[in-house]
């Protein structure tokens, strides 16, 4: 998740990823450069944040506050951020009840927010979706009319042509994963169980146009760690093994692709090639990265699963890269190639592209935001200093845009030294600044957004 080099024994609460003690609002905000005016709409980011006095025990549990920037006709209009106010955050609700049971409205909601079918939602995988208002007011938990009974992932896919939101949900007890649909106008019309061997972390998956691609990797649930508490009780098992499977969207099993042992937070986008192969971009971390990292933020260290150990620093064995999976479901082939040697997370396209083919994927280094050109294999990056830390880069496509990469990128940049905040606004063709929105305060380092346009009118 994030490339920071942070070593103190709580990392995800110091410098740019501290969090911040209250709500606040701000109108006017201060422009330098020009917002382009079709930009009319609210960039939505979120991230884990615990309350004053209540530090989290792992940066994946803090609770969850969005950030708000409002922008129109050429205007900066506001600034909000509210915690997502679920009844773990209100009333202390135990994800686990007394007799055993989840309660799947009791999470912290802390990791991504989207629109879909006029809601706007935030996520976390363990549970419930929040639902929140335009102006960020928590609505309350979402389970489309009773029908979703367990976790939603926090990284839905929408089909682009159909308007469906595709997602899933993953289970530490049967079923361990389960395939869900909402049609485009927001009904919960499919829910199917796919056998996996066990429960694992599954963060992410990708969609192609009659595919659906599971990761099904070797960070696994471990009941000792969630007997202690306190922290994400998932840590890395050498025996699982590693695969990817590839399920019809219109029905039937999943067919499993053996891979090099890795994890995947964070996939980018895939699709079916001209030869009916599926091909998978996505951020890869190799075991050792995996094992250096997640102490870091507060899993347990490699070797230590049931006591944990010191954090250490993720560039101890390197970072995650940008890799690429080509899976034949004809043959059974599978075929692995690395698209670029940086260190990136956060991989993100034009999403009129999702499940269909791409040339661009955006992520973000250390202290830069890179474009990759999947066509020329070549890469560009925006440097921004090592005193900079950037967020994901949400694209937005130009209105009647002709070329894949004409419209903006959209990020919040934070000083790591705590002096302040901006929303950056990049033109996504050349990396270049179109504009940049002084924000009243430091934002820290989250993970998610999502750009909502206004609706037409």
Not at 170 to 183: A, F, I, M, Q
Not at 240 to 252: D, E, I
Request: with cysteine; glycine share 12%; hydrophobic share 40%.
């Amino acid at each position: 998740m994030s490339q920071s080099n942070e070593t103190s024994p709580s990392a995800w609460l110091d410098g740019h990823l501290a969090p911040v003690p209250d709500e606040i609002d701000a109108a006017g905000l201060p422009v330098e450069g020009a917002l382009p005016p079709e930009l009319t709409g609210r960039y939505f980011r979120n991230g884990p944040n615990p309350l004053p006095g209540t530090p989290s025990a792992h940066w994946f549990t803090g609770a969850g506050m969005v950030h708000g920037v409002r922008l129109r006709d050429g205007r900066a209009e506001w600034y909000r951020n509210r915690w997502v106010r679920t009844t773990e955050l209100t009333d202390g609700a135990p994800f686990v009840r007394a007799d055993g049971s989840f309660d799947h409205a009791a999470v912290p909601a802390n990791t991504h927010v989207v629109p879909h079918a006029g809601r706007i939602l935030a996520l976390v995988e363990t549970g419930l979706p929040y639902e929140l208002t335009p102006e960020l007011d928590t609505v309350g938990p979402c389970d489309f009319g009773g029908l979703l009974t367990g976790g939603m992932t926090a990284h839905p896919k929408e089909d682009p042509v159909t308007g469906e939101l595709l997602f899933f949900g993953y289970g530490l007890v049967p079923p361990y994963l389960t395939y869900h649909r909402l049609s485009a106008d927001g009904r919960l019309v499919e829910s199917r169980e796919v056998e996996v061997p066990g429960p694992t972390m599954m963060h992410d998956f990708a969609i192609t146009a009659n595919h659906v691609v599971w990761l099904d990797l070797p960070v696994v649930f471990d009941m000792a760690l969630a007997r202690r508490g306190g922290g994400m009780p998932f840590r890395w098992d050498d025996g699982y093994g590693a695969r990817l499977g590839v399920m019809p969207r219109a029905g039937g099993p999943a067919r499993w692709f053996e891979v090099d042992p890795c994890y995947v937070f964070h996939v980018g986008n895939a699709y079916e090639d001209d030869a009916g192969r599926v091909v998978v971009d996505g951020v890869r971390y190799r075991p050792e990265e995996f094992t250096a990292f997640w102490p870091s933020i507060g899993g347990p260290s490699a070797g230590t699963p049931a006591t944990g150990g010191a954090p250490v620093s993720a560039a101890a064995t390197g970072h995650a890269r940008l890799h690429r999976w080509t899976l034949d479901p004809a043959t059974g082939a599978v075929k692995e190639e690395p698209i670029d040697d940086r260190a990136v997370e956060f991989p993100t396209h034009d999403e009129t592209r999702t499940g269909r083919p791409h040339r661009y994927l955006y992520t973000v280094a250390r202290d830069a935001i890179v474009k990759h050109d999947l066509r020329s294999g070549s890469s560009a990056a925006l440097d921004l200093g090592a005193d900079l830390a950037p967020g994901e880069a949400v694209f937005v496509p130009a209105e009647g845009a002709r070329a894949e990469d004409e419209g903006w990128l959209l990020s919040i940049v934070s000083d790591r030294a705590g002096h302040g905040s901006e929303l950056l606004v990049l033109d996504a063709a050349d990396l270049s600044r179109t504009a940049s929105v002084r924000l009243p305060r430091r934002v820290p380092a989250g993970f998610h957004g999502s750009w909502i346009p206004d609706p037409a009118t």
